[in-house]
């Protein structure tokens, strides 16, 4: 009676916990990478946990978030996220960063991330787009040092309601910090616009590096923006969209 109870038992656990495997099966598995810049820990948490079950995270800050982009450790997450403003790199550690998005790492960039790595242009082409502290060339054109103004109510504007990372998302409010000069990569595709005027007029873009989709969103300083169920769902719908651009290309590359 007693095995026949167990052997029940368990039947019952692994029939009940099938399911929730093959959801955690196709769970995306993000790494956000945070570091240089201070942020509101609890309300951006909330809003990595309002993701949902099919999105799973892991906070990491640099400099130890180098360690996630060696060979070794790129199985152990899907896509990443950017929330750094980090700065700080030696040749070997920007090798393998490069190299770990290059190969096909997906990658959505938030924010002060745009503003990131002043003194390492590969990490402009990673991300297609740069946020300058001080006067600066590229592709032959001198940018001016950016600008920023916190507290700003502006309309962001969907380019292409089609657009998978855009899709369902209408014309919406926001409360945020605008930058305004940041380079944006020819070749980039636009998905958000405004025309507040404190802003450059592409508040978010698609681009390419390597085998990786990226995407990119300006907006994310604080707490009304990690609320903004647009954005939330603009983010959720960047992770999705970065992810399946890699799992397309090994369908037909498989390893
Ligand atoms: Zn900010």
């Known amino acids: 009676m007693k095995i026949f109870l167990a052997f029940s038992l368990l039947l019952s656990s692994t029939l009940f916990f099938t399911p929730l495997n093959s959801e955690a099966k196709n769970q995306i598995r993000i790494l ?66 490069a190299d770990c998005i290059r190969e096909g790492k997906p990658l959505v960039v938030l924010h002060h991330s745009i503003c990131a790595f002043d003194e390492w242009p590969e990490y402009w082409n990673i991300i297609g787009g740069k946020y300058f502290h001080k006067p600066t060339v590229v592709d032959g054109k001198e940018y001016a040092p950016c600008s920023y103004i916190h507290d700003i109510h ?15 998302v209408k014309d919406f409010e926001i409360f945020d910090e605008t930058y305004k000069g940041y380079y944006i990569a020819q070749g980039a595709e636009p998905l958000l616009t405004t025309t507040e005027k404190s802003s450059n007029s592409v508040i978010g873009w698609t681009w390419q590096y390597g085998k990786a989709r990226v995407v990119t969103l300006q907006s994310g300083h604080d707490t009304p923006t990690f609320q903004n169920e647009n954005f939330r769902r603009l983010l959720k719908q960047s992770i999705e969209w970065s992810y399946a651009g890699i799992r397309a290309y090994r369908a037909i590359n498989p390893s």
Do not use: C
């Open 32 to 97: 956000v990478v945070t570091g240089g810049h201070t942020y509101d820990k609890p309300s951006f948490n909330e809003m990595l946990n309002s993701l949902g079950k099919d999105i799973s995270s892991e906070v990491v800050e640099f400099p130890a978030a180098y360690e996630q982009f060696l060979p070794e450790n790129r199985g152990k997450y899907d896509v990443l996220v950017f929330y750094h403003m980090w700065q700080k790199s030696t040749p070997e550690q920007e090798k393998i960063f």
């Open 154 to 168: 502006f309309t962001a504007n969907i380019v292409d309601k089609k657009h998978p990372v855009t899709k369902g």
